[in-house]
Structure formats: C-alpha cells, structure tokens
C-alpha cells in the first residue's frame, strides 16, 4: 500500500509539473528583427543617426576564475558594434576592484585603435579577436581584399603581443608595485599596489591590507576612452602596426570606456552580481544616461555586430515598442563538445520554452545578453499604466542630486549620450559616491529599482518584478547568433551552476515574489511559467525515488506488484505516445533536433538525483534554522589544455563532490541489481513460469533505460577514459557479469553451507 500510495502522489505531481510546463506553449511565436526598416527610418543619408544611445554594461568577479582575456575580447567585440559610435558607451564593472583587470582595460583601448577599424574595413564577423583568429574558411564579405591579407597579417601579430601583454600584466604589476614600495613605502603601507602613473591603487592590493583587500576597498571609476564628440579629442593610441594600414575614409573613433569597481565593506551585504550591475547603472546615469542598457557576463562576445540594433528593432517598434521592458537574445556557447554531453546548449529550454513566451508577456531575463529599457529598470509603470506624477526622491534612488536629475532626464525619453565634464572635481566625487558601499542602504535599491537584491537569481526575479508591473517583453533570434559565450564544460561546474539557478528558484517561491501574490497585471499564462521555475526541482524527490525502486532486485524475499489491467496498459501507451508526438512537433517548430531534446532528457535525469535534491533539503534547513539562502559561487571559466591539444580536455576531469552521492547510489545499485537479475536468472530461471519470466524482462527495461539515461554521468566518473565513450559498452557487461557471479557464488555458499538462510 505504501509503494501504491507513494506512485499514485508521484504521478499526480508529474501530471501537474507537466502542465505548468506545456501550458506557456500554447501560443509559440518567432519574432526577429527587420534591421533593413530600421536602417531607413534612423540612419540618416550623410551618414549620422539618430538611434538612441545604449549603455553596455560588462561584469566580472575574478580576474582567475574569469581569465582576463576572455573578458578583454568581450570589450574588444563591444568597441566595434555595428552602432554609431557617439551613442553607446561602454562600462567594465569588475567586482574584484584588481589593477590588473584596469591595466589590461588600457591595453585593451590601445589595441582597440587598430582592431576597431580593420573590422569596420573589412566587415569582419565576429569582432572578438580571440573567436575571430580561431575560425577557419569564412568568407570575405569587406570592400578591399587586395589589401586583406596584409592587414590581416599585420592585425593577427599586433593581437599575439597584446596577449602576451596581458599574460605579462601580473608579474610587470608585482614587479613595479616591489620596486615603488621600496623607494616610497613607509611604515604600514610597504605592501601597496602601484598604477603605472606612480598613484596608489585604491582598490584590492596585491598583497592584501586594510581597506585594499578582496571584499574590503574603495570604490574606483576611471574614463579609460572620453566621449568621442566631448570636449577633449580622443588621445592618440599607440600601436605600431596603425601607421602600416590605409584605413583612408574609414571611422577610427572610438565609444566611451569606463572601467569601474564599486566600493566594498564587511559592514555591508555586496549583494553579489545585482550589485555589480547596479553600479554601473548609476554611474553611467552621471556620464551618459543612454535610455537604454544592455549587459553582459564577461565570458560573451559579440557574434553580430548588429546585434544592438536587432534589440533596437523591437524597442522603437511603433506598434507596442513603448510597453516593451527588454529584449532577451538566447544564450549560445561556443566550447560545447560536439556531442553536448553535459547539455550545455540547453536548445530545450532556450529555443522552445522562451519562444513560447512570445505569445504572452515575453521570456524571462535570463542574465546575459538582454537589452533594458532604463526606466523599466527604474521600476517605473508602462505607458499604459504610468501615472503623470512620479515621485523622483532620495527615498527610491539615494542622496545624489546629479542622480536624481539623471532620472528626470531619463523620464523625459532623452535619446543621446550627453558628454560629461571629467575637469569638475564635485562630478568626480559624485560618480565615487554613488559606488560606494552604503549608497543602497535605505533605499529602493534592490527591491523596487534596480536588479533585484537577497536571492540567487537576481535575473529571475528581476524580469519577474517588471513584468508584474504590467511591461512586456521580447524574445530575439538572428540568423547568425548575436552572442556566444563559454560553458562550464566539466560536471561538476555544471552542476554547481544548477544549483545555484535551482536554488535561487525554489528561494523566490518562499519570498515575498512568490508568482501566486503577484498583482493582476501579471498575465495568468506568465504566473504560470513562474511558478513552474519555482517549484519543477521538488519532482526530483519522486524521480529519486523511483530511480531506487530497481533496487527491489536485491531484496530477498519477492515482492509483487499487480500486473497493470490491459485497458490501463493502453492508456499508459497513448499517453507516452502524445507526450512524444508533442516533442517531435515541438522540435520542428522550434528548430531544434532529436539530439537537443535527448541531452535535455538525460541532464534532467542527472540534475534531479544530485544537484535538485541538494537545491530542497537546503530550502528545508533554511526554513528550519532561518538561514541563508544558496551562496553564490563564480563559475569557474579557467580551461584546462593537455599535452595533445584537445580544447575539451576540462570535460574529462573528475572532480567529486558530496552533491553527486545520490546519482553515484543511483547508478551502482541499478548496475548491481541488473547483475543480481541474471544471476537470479540463472539460479531460479528453470523454476520459473514463463509469466514471471517475462515480467522479470520488463522490469529490467527500467533499470537498462536509466543507465541510459545516466551515460554522461557514469562518463563522468571514469574520467579521461571517458574520451572513447564507447568504452561503456564494456565496462558495463563486465559489471553486470560480475556482480551476477557474486550472486550466484554468494547462493551456492548459503545453500550448501547455511541452508537456513534464504537469498
């Protein structure tokens, strides 16, 4: 009665998550963006435009675990944006307030005057160098081949010494910082971090001290690149291969460059990555102010130059542009194994659930690559729900009166970057003030304003909160994917990030942005798409436990379980047969494949017997001690290269970790309890009548379908031999065999030596 019990509860749930999920699907829609109309009505014919600025908003939190060069090439992709150039602005927010992600920013704007024009001559897609040198037999699409090839030449030597200069910054920084603390230091200051300039750094010291030291230091803002049309030409950018290109008629300007790290203290919550885009969300409302923002994870790149002017299609959209939030493009990662093995690509999710969400209020905010209408940021109502007095004051936005203009500014649908005056001390100081680590405290910051703060999805929660106040939102495809990004390729990072994404889900569930109490702006369709982030990791529990029912195997003493009624039977079959007919369509208009919908099935499988599990019985410690919520932990991007060159080599690395117990249990006791079957067949099997015989079979199919289901995990655990993944065609007959020789050994002991006992 217990199993029977247990199994009708199971499904019931089943029934009910499968709902939340098809729900949404009601009514897929694939926009994408006429850049041509777009084209016409803003670009005007001597060559200006008249689009709106955007502000870019680069985050990083560990020049280590975030290498360096992945978020250089992001800023590099960045400054050569098909865009006009004085109406974006781009913002480095680094989190780890380290000289060496400033310095390397500076390298980086000195690369930038050779890199930014070679693309703008010859076309070249995509424009972060490091992707761009690694891509073989593209085709030429710029106006001068007969001169591509030498700059070409010139670009790809100029790009090897700017990576080796950026390899080179800690030692030359270590070096420099030994040499002026020994001519200048006094007492109590001998370990400090120098600028190149000879200032003190005041953010994290190399050698950690007081008020220099990581979670401890001031706030820094540095205009690395000057508006291009401010008052102050751009300065002249030294690299050696310049003078050796004819770029004669070609735009050499260059966008705003800000580097920026906001100031940190042990008295005050960092609030993570909301925090670090807050930031430089006020601070680029004191320099530029663009009615738009759109921000990226340092580990993407631009992969279509024209990719902010695809968002921009659907903002300026004159049939609903105005009520329209953000557009959010899909996530594609480009250091995936050909197979997905761990289901990196998550097409599933990202090519189908998001498109589906077209037809209602729009996708969710996926944290990368979404474009944001600032006010919507600023938790200001849609056209059709605002109110003509709106209350701008220190209460929702903090003691800063530039800031607070900045935002009436910004009410009044202000379309160009204004170029700020860098010579006024008092604007110095308010752009430190703003980044300072109490400025959010007794505000709206991180509730009502702003990305929203105290859980782990910021991103979540964040689309949730503006979409409650009644705006829309877009999801964007292009034919060439706008964005690429890395992947955590190795399980367990993968799973880590699972957790944290699983975890900040279940924590909104019990906060006060439960989807069940938001208000009636929030289309039904969208609360039901929310709820189902919230609560899809508690089905693992009943997953979990079916994944052990196998085990029945190797209990002694039979248990049955009533053969099903042939009606029932049929029922289960059509039912199975519709759910994978709705895949199949599902696949086809969603433009995804059978592989895709495969990857999503066995990761799904993996995630619920480790990383969800985890993800609840810490919800329920939570809840019962009132503890915090799931920490936040970098993704490792650091990739590991052998001897032979295999770029996937960070794959076959077995990293374990408590959280892979279940799945570890799950997939020893089905390969002991398959074992334990044919050694049963063997011993009982002349006894047998041929019903139990076959229902014997069937109830194998269960186990032999969740090693299936398991092969990436049990991948996993083998480590580099899992380079050949044929290898399991192996090792799990040997396996079985084994564990049915023990069986039958273990038999032949018992009933020869204690006959009492019974197996």
């Given at each position: 009665?217990?199993f029977w019990v247990?199994?009708?509860?199971?499904?019931?749930?089943?029934?009910?998550?499968w709902?939340?999920y098809?729900l949404?699907?009601?009514?897929?829609?694939?926009?994408?963006?006429?850049?041509?109309?777009?084209q016409?009505?803003?670009d005007?014919?001597?060559?200006?435009?008249?689009?709106?600025?955007?502000?870019?908003?680069?985050?990083?939190?560990d020049p280590?675990?975030e290498?360096v060069?992945?978020?250089?090439?992001?800023?590099?992709?960045?400054?050569?944006v098909?865009?006009?150039?004085?109406?974006?602005?781009?913002?480095?927010?680094?989190?780890s307030?380290?000289?060496?992600?400033y310095?390397?920013l500076?390298?980086t704007?000195?690369?930038?005057?050779?890199?930014?024009?070679f693309?703008?001559k010859?076309s070249i897609e995509?424009?972060?160098?490091?992707?761009?040198?690694q891509?073989?037999?593209m085709?030429?699409?710029?106006r001068s081949?007969?001169?591509?090839?030498?700059d070409?030449?010139?670009v790809?030597?100029?790009?090897?010494?700017?990576?080796?200069?950026?390899?080179?910054l800690d030692?030359?920084?270590?070096?420099?910082?030994?040499?002026?603390n020994?001519?200048?230091?006094?007492e109590?200051?001998?370990?400090a971090t120098?600028?190149?300039?000879?200032?003190?750094?005041?953010?994290t010291w190399?050698?950690?001290?007081?008020?220099h030291m990581?979670?401890?230091?001031?706030?820094v803002?540095?205009?690395v690149l000057?508006?291009?049309?401010g008052?102050?030409?751009?300065?002249?950018?030294?690299?050696?291969?310049v003078?050796?290109?004819?770029?004669?008629?070609?735009?050499?300007r260059?966008?705003?460059l800000?580097?920026?790290?906001?100031?940190?203290?042990?008295n005050?919550?960092?609030?993570?990555?909301?925090?670090?885009?807050?930031?430089p969300?006020?601070?680029?409302?004191?320099?530029s102010?663009?009615?738009?923002v759109?921000?990226?994870?340092?580990?993407?790149y631009?992969?279509d130059?024209k990719?902010l002017?695809?968002?921009?299609c659907?903002m300026?959209?004159?049939?609903?542009?105005?009520?329209?939030?953000?557009?959010?493009?899909?996530?594609?990662?480009?250091?995936?194994?050909p197979?997905?093995?761990?289901?990196?690509?998550?097409?599933?999710?990202?090519d189908?659930?998001m498109y589906?969400l077209?037809?209602f209020?729009?996708?969710?905010?996926?944290?990368?690559g979404?474009?944001?209408?600032?006010?919507?940021?600023?938790g200001?109502?849609?056209p059709?729900?605002?109110?003509?007095?709106?209350?701008?004051?220190?209460?929702?936005f903090?003691?800063s009166?530039p800031?607070l203009?900045?935002?009436?500014?910004?009410?009044?649908?202000?379309?160009?970057?204004?170029?700020?005056?860098?010579?006024?001390?008092?604007?110095?100081?308010?752009?430190?003030?703003?980044v300072s680590?109490?400025?959010?405290?007794g505000?709206d910051?991180?509730?009502g304003?702003?990305?929203?703060?105290?859980?782990?999805?910021?991103?979540?929660?964040?689309?949730?909160?503006i979409?409650?106040?009644?705006?829309?939102s877009?999801?964007?495809?292009?034919?060439?994917?706008?964005f690429?990004?890395?992947?955590?390729i190795?399980?367990?990072?993968r799973?880590?990030?699972?957790?944290?994404?699983?975890?900040?889900?279940?924590?909104?569930?019990?906060?006060h942005?439960?989807?069940l109490?938001a208000g009636p702006r929030?289309?039904?369709?969208q609360r039901?798409v929310?709820?189902?982030?919230?609560?899809?990791?508690?089905?693992?529990?009943?997953?979990?436990?079916?994944?052990l029912?196998p085990?029945?195997?190797l209990?002694?003493?039979?248990?049955?379980?009533?053969?099903?009624?042939?009606?029932?039977?049929l029922?289960?079959?059509?039912?199975?047969a519709?759910?994978?007919?709705i895949?199949l369509l599902?696949?086809r208009?969603a433009?995804?494949?059978?592989?895709?919908?495969?990857?999503?099935?066995?990761?799904?499988?993996?995630?619920?017997?480790?990383?969800y599990?985890?993800?609840?019985l810490?919800?329920?410690?939570k809840?019962?001690t009132r503890?915090?919520?799931?920490?936040?932990r970098v993704t490792?991007?650091?990739?590991?290269?052998?001897d032979?060159?295999?770029?996937?080599?960070?794959?076959?690395?077995l990293?374990?970790?408590?959280i892979?117990?279940?799945a570890?249990?799950v997939l020893?006791?089905?390969?002991?309890a398959i074992?334990?079957?044919?050694?049963?067949?063997?011993?009982?099997?002349?006894?047998?009548?041929?019903?139990?015989?076959?229902?014997?079979?069937?109830?194998l199919?269960?186990?032999?379908?969740?090693?299936?289901?398991l092969?990436?995990?049990?991948?996993a655990?083998?480590?580099?031999?899992s380079?050949?993944p044929n290898?399991?065609?192996?090792?799990?007959?040997?396996?079985?065999?084994?564990?049915?020789?023990v069986?039958?050994?273990?038999?032949?002991l018992v009933?020869?030596?204690?006959?009492?006992?019974e197996?």
């Open positions: 009665m217990w247990t199994s009708v509860v199971a499904n019931v749930w089943f029934t009910f998550s709902l939340l098809q949404p699907k009601l009514n897929p829609i694939k926009r994408v963006p006429d850049l041509a109309v777009l016409q009505h803003y005007l014919p001597d060559g200006s435009s008249i689009l709106p600025g955007i502000d870019v908003f680069v985050t990083t939190a280590v675990d290498p060069l992945y978020t250089m090439n992001c800023v590099l992709s960045i400054l050569a098909d865009y006009p150039i004085d109406r974006y602005a781009c913002y480095l927010s680094d989190d307030g380290t000289l060496i992600e310095e390397a500076v390298e704007a000195n690369f930038a005057a050779l890199w930014v024009p693309c703008r010859h995509p424009r972060a160098p490091e992707s761009y040198f891509r073989e037999g085709i030429y699409t710029g081949p007969g001169e591509f090839m030498n070409y030449s010139h790809r030597m100029e790009y090897e010494e700017f990576k080796a200069r950026l390899a080179a030692g030359t920084i270590r070096e420099r910082s030994d040499v002026c020994a001519i200048k230091a006094t109590g200051d001998a370990t120098w600028m190149a300039n000879g200032t003190e750094w005041s953010g190399v050698e950690p001290a007081e008020n990581k979670g401890h230091h001031a706030g803002v540095q205009v000057e508006h291009p049309s008052s102050k030409s751009q300065p002249e950018l030294q690299v050696s291969s003078s050796l290109l004819n770029f004669d008629g070609i735009d050499v260059l966008p705003m800000v580097y920026m790290a906001r100031a940190k203290s042990p005050y919550d960092h609030n993570k990555k909301a925090g670090n885009l807050n930031a969300l006020r601070v680029s409302a004191l320099l102010n663009a009615p738009f759109i921000n990226f994870d340092c580990d993407h631009i992969n130059s990719a002017r695809a968002a921009m659907f300026l959209d004159a049939r609903d542009g105005d009520n329209t939030a953000f557009v959010q493009f899909p996530q594609r990662f480009e250091n995936v194994d197979t997905d093995r761990y289901g990196n690509h998550n097409r599933v999710f990202f189908g659930a589906a077209n037809g209020q729009g996708p969710s905010y996926l944290g990368t979404c474009m944001f209408r600032r006010l919507a940021l600023y200001i109502d849609p059709r729900w605002r109110s003509d007095d709106i209350q701008v004051d220190t209460v929702m903090g003691n009166v800031l203009k900045s935002v009436l500014a910004a009410l009044n649908q202000e379309r160009g970057i204004t170029p700020p005056n860098l010579d006024d001390s008092s604007f110095l100081a308010e752009m430190t003030t703003v680590a109490s400025f959010d405290i505000t910051w991180g509730r304003v702003g990305y929203i703060y105290k859980i782990a999805t910021e991103d979540m929660v964040t689309g949730f909160r979409h409650g106040q009644g705006w829309h877009m999801y964007c495809t292009m034919e060439v994917d706008a690429c990004g890395t992947a955590p190795n399980l367990t990072e799973l880590y990030q699972i957790v944290r994404w699983a975890g900040g889900s279940v924590e909104m569930f019990f906060s942005n439960n989807p109490f929030l289309h039904p369709m039901t929310y709820l189902n982030y919230n609560i899809y990791p508690v089905t693992s529990v009943f997953i979990l436990l079916y994944a029912c085990v029945m195997w209990i002694p003493e039979e248990i049955l379980i009533q053969r099903p009624f042939t009606r029932y039977v029922y289960l079959i059509i039912t199975i519709l759910i994978h007919i895949g599902e696949i208009w433009g995804t494949n059978w592989l895709d919908w495969w990857r999503n099935e066995q990761f799904f499988t993996i995630a619920s017997l480790s990383a599990p985890t993800v609840l810490h919800m329920v410690v809840l019962l503890g915090k919520g799931i920490r936040f490792s991007k650091q990739t590991t290269m052998e032979d060159g295999d770029k996937y080599a960070e794959m076959y690395e990293r374990w970790v408590p892979m117990i279940p570890a249990a020893f006791s089905n390969t002991m074992g334990v079957a044919m050694g049963k067949t063997v011993v009982y099997g002349a006894a047998w009548p041929k019903e139990q015989q076959k229902h014997a079979a069937l109830g199919v269960f186990n032999l379908w969740l090693m299936i289901l092969q990436p995990f049990a991948l655990i083998i480590g580099r031999r380079k050949n290898i399991l065609f192996v090792l799990f007959p040997v396996a079985f065999v084994v564990f049915a020789l069986y039958i050994g273990v038999h032949f009933v020869n030596f204690f006959p009492s006992m197996i």
